[in-house]
């Protein structure tokens, strides 16, 4: 028996005692569907491009086309990814629990629930999603927001009355996180028995401050990756392996 199969029993032990059970997932969950994580070294979409440029307010300000391009190569690239055993296990996990387990992802892609999760608490948006760069004015004057569905196409898409574009509904850097979103993240890592980190650096707060929650209020925190990540120290034990391989074993 390896080191490894010795902690998976441990933790599988705690999971099977557990009345509640915390899943928090970054990047490095949806790699082997396919989809790049950020920080890994060479295949990491901020070793390739600067996160100044689009991932925030003011590069999209600068270069909407660029910026809206790229999220649209994105979401064809994810669109085209299938969850993998990862997300499967997770979602059987969840449906033979019912109650049981809360899942918060860092991630914009949609394979939770493509792999059928239901309630996924999402941190930083969904990349699919459409919103409004600046507020609608019709809503300044008490009217209905206008639907970005009436957007006129281009790149990005803009409203045809007053030419405000459509950006995409991820959180970017220097914006606040959903609010009902973060609390209930919040609530699920102060009252989860157990919490499995999978697959994030652990570099980007609040996400990251999470797991630290969770260990003060007394649950039992592992940590899923093949690599070290910035909150190693936070964890009771480290599971080097990945996500697609070692979710099955956990929670199979
Ligand atoms: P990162 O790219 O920072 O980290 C990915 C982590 O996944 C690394 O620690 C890898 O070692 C690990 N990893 C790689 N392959 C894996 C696999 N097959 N199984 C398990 N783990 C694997 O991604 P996040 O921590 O998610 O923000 O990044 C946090 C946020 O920074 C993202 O949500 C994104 C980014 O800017 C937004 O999109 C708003």
């Known amino acids: 028996m390896t080191t490894v199969d010795v902690l998976l029993g441990t933790v599988r032990e705690w999971i099977a005692g557990a009345g509640r059970l915390c899943v928090l997932t970054g990047a490095g969950m949806s790699a082997e569907s396919g989809v790049p994580t950020f920080r890994d070294a060479l295949t990491g979409l901020w070793a390739r491009y600067d996160p100044q440029q689009l991932a925030t307010e003011e590069g999209f300000r600068a270069n909407p086309q660029l910026v809206w391009d790229w999220y649209a190569l994105r979401r064809t690239g994810v669109s085209r990814a299938q969850p993998n055993l990862g997300h499967v296990a997770i979602a059987q996990w969840e449906a033979a629990h019912p109650g049981g387990l809360t899942l918060v992802t860092q991630n914009v892609d949609d394979l939770h629930q493509r792999a059928g999760s239901c309630e996924v608490i999402c941190l930083h948006g969904a990349i699919f999603e459409d919103r409004w760069l600046d507020d609608c ?31 995409p509904g991820v959180v970017w850097f220097g914006e606040a996180l959903p609010q009902h979103a973060l609390a209930a993240a919040q609530r699920a890592a102060a009252e989860c028995d157990v919490m499995l980190v999978v697959g994030t650096s652990g570099a980007v707060h609040p996400a990251a401050g999470l797991p630290v929650l969770a260990r003060r209020a007394g649950a039992r925190v592992a940590i899923v990756n ?26 199979g």
């Open 137 to 167: 004015r019709r809503r300044a004057r008490g009217e209905p927001s206008c639907d970005t569905q009436w957007a006129r196409p281009g790149s990005p898409p803009r409203c045809g009355e007053c030419g405000n574009p459509v950006r």
């Open 226 to 251: 093949p690599g070290p990540s910035e909150i190693d120290d936070a964890a009771d034990v480290l599971l080097r392996g990945t996500a697609a391989e070692l979710l099955p074993k956990l929670l």
